[in-house]
């Protein structure tokens, strides 16, 4: 499985001298996380400028990615700013598509959202401003008969929430844990408040559940919200990284990147193992 770490950007802008900015941007502040869309890499996102006069960036499909707030003038001084913005989405999306390296093998894992849903159109349950819903994350395993205290069976559980104002934050276990051991054939229950920020009709937050056999570190995944600064950024790049896992995190959401995209293999020591699971949350007014 291969882990993207860089996004293609296609610049459609009429003016020639704005788009030639822009791409100079891209091709020397991008980082490794966004580069000039071509042969090497396809069409992730669009910058455009709209009617009112202001930089809007797309996803492939010419639609605008929603919530990125304030609006940004389309001229000399703003380019720094949506270019800003695109290596802040780059990043974001590395820690929203990542996934197991081998889909095949047991996950261990269930998650489960009750409480409060209406279903609009027969598929996707949608969620209203201020509706409370339980999380519940199950360790599928059952306890071993011949060992009931067999540790490779227990878990550890981290909770990721990748939000609206395209920030990441760790939220379970909160305040400083790093993860919560779940045994085999148990349960644990989040309650989680769902709302709007202001000014939005809607928004989709996603929970993503990790599940370790080791100890590892995810606060590396952590970013703060769009056009934020992260005063933990400095402290958390001086740390130790102790593991391969934590190794990967860092890089997805490092300073810079020099590789399109990093190999993802599945460990071959049992207690090196790891899976993921998500779900999404669409909240609207």
């Given at each position: 499985t291969d882990i ?89 999306a590395n820690v ?127 970013m703060p919200a ?60």
């Open positions: 993207r770490l860089q996004r293609g950007v296609l610049v459609d802008i009429a003016d020639a001298a704005l788009k030639q900015a822009v791409e100079t941007a891209i091709q020397t502040n991008g980082k490794g996380f966004v580069a000039l869309a071509g042969s090497d890499a396809p069409v992730d996102f669009q910058v455009a400028v709209n009617a009112a006069g202001e930089f809007e960036i797309q996803d492939a499909g010419d639609q605008p990615i929603p919530n990125l707030r304030p609006p940004v003038k389309a001229d000399a001084a703003g380019v720094g700013k949506v270019v800003q913005r695109l290596v802040h989405l780059s990043k974001y929203r598509e990542l996934d197991v390296p081998d889909k095949s093998a047991p996950q261990n894992i269930e998650i489960a959202i009750s409480g409060a849903q209406s279903v609009t159109d027969g598929s996707a349950p949608t969620y209203r401003d201020g509706d409370r819903v339980k999380l519940t994350i199950t360790n599928t395993q059952q306890p071993n008969p011949a060992d009931p205290n067999d540790p490779g069976r227990v878990l550890n559980i981290t909770v990721m929430a990748l939000g609206s104002d395209w920030g990441i934050s760790q939220f379970y276990p909160d305040l400083a844990g790093t993860f919560e051991t779940l045994d085999p054939g148990g349960k644990v229950e989040k309650e989680i408040d769902l709302y709007l920020p202001e000014g939005y009709r809607e928004n989709t937050d996603i929970i993503k559940v990790f599940a370790t056999r080791a100890t590892t570190q995810f606060r590396w995944l952590e769009l056009d934020q600064p992260d005063p933990l950024f400095e402290a958390k790049r001086k740390g130790m990284i102790a593991d391969p896992l934590a190794t990967l995190f860092a890089t997805m959401t490092g300073e810079a990147v020099k590789t399109r995209a990093l190999k993802l293999a599945a460990p071959r020591q049992p207690e090196r193992r790891w899976t993921v699971v998500q779900v999404e949350l669409l909240v609207k007014a």
